[in-house]
């Protein structure tokens, strides 16, 4: 059995390779729940590869990495109305956290904590992104600490919950930050394409970034048998270009 964990980034019209448009978000969403499909919390997925429990079919995962304010305007009524939840990573910025609203980062507002501390309270999970949304793999094992920690214990303070989980800023990681994700939190993702299955790392998750379901037809897919050879079709080239550019890890 695999299972997708899906990744959004922002939900507007942009051409940006982290936008998806709210309508292909939507009818996605409602194309899933009529087929049968639930998602369910990112936590739980993982209590089945440490427990070495099948992971339920029909199932998928939802993540948003960075925290844009349009989780709130477009997808949060979306999740609602279908009764959906979902994983939101946050980067908190590099200040002390003063005033309601997060700093704008890649030139869109980003989630106010009332925003946050709302969808909190209807079941949507908040995790850690960071603190400036850096490349870990090029800072020094205590820049990683420190931006791992200092995000957790920002996101803890202001919503009064343990935090899990975290994302790696670009998907980028190497042995010290996978070392140090796994002292702080219980789960971290990566941009790694592919389907958790039984095998998988609960500090390396592949994921199904929206890039690839930026279209009806290809979000579709999600709910047909040809949904793994497609994602496998897709990362051969992938792959390719980030040997070739990726940083030496250590």
């Not at 090029?138 to 420190?146: D, F, H, N, T, Y």
Request: hydrophobic share 40%.
């Amino acid at each position: 059995m695999a299972l997708p964990v899906l990744t959004f980034h922002a939900l507007d019209e942009r051409a940006s390779v982290i936008s998806c448009r709210p309508r292909v978000f939507r009818e996605g969403l409602a194309r899933l729940r009529a087929r049968g499909h639930r998602a369910i919390r990112l936590e739980e997925a993982v209590a089945c590869l440490r427990e070495r429990r099948p992971l339920p079919s029909r199932a998928f995962v939802l993540t948003f990495d960075d925290g844009f304010q349009s989780v709130y305007a477009e997808a949060f009524p979306a999740l609602r109305e279908h009764g959906l939840t979902a994983t939101v990573f946050l980067t908190v910025g590099a200040g002390d956290g003063a005033g309601d609203r997060r700093p704008a980062f890649e030139g869109r507002t980003m989630l106010s904590w009332p925003e946050i501390r709302e969808m909190q309270a209807a079941g949507i999970e908040f995790g850690a992104h960071t603190l400036t949304h850096a490349d870990l793999t090029r800072l020094s094992a205590p820049e990683i600490e420190a931006e791992m920690s200092g995000s957790k214990a920002r996101i803890e303070a202001a919503l009064g919950a343990p935090v899990a989980s975290f994302a790696y800023p670009f998907g980028r990681y190497d042995r010290r930050s996978r070392e140090l994700a796994e002292r702080h939190f219980s789960c971290a993702c990566t941009d790694t394409l592919g389907l958790v299955t039984a095998r998988s790392d609960p500090y390396a998750l592949a994921r199904v970034d929206a890039y690839y379901l930026r279209t009806p037809r290809r979000f579709a897919l999600m709910t047909t048998r040809a949904f793994p050879w497609y994602l496998r079709a897709r990362n051969l080239p992938r792959r390719l270009r980030r040997a070739l550019t990726a940083p030496t890890r250590a």
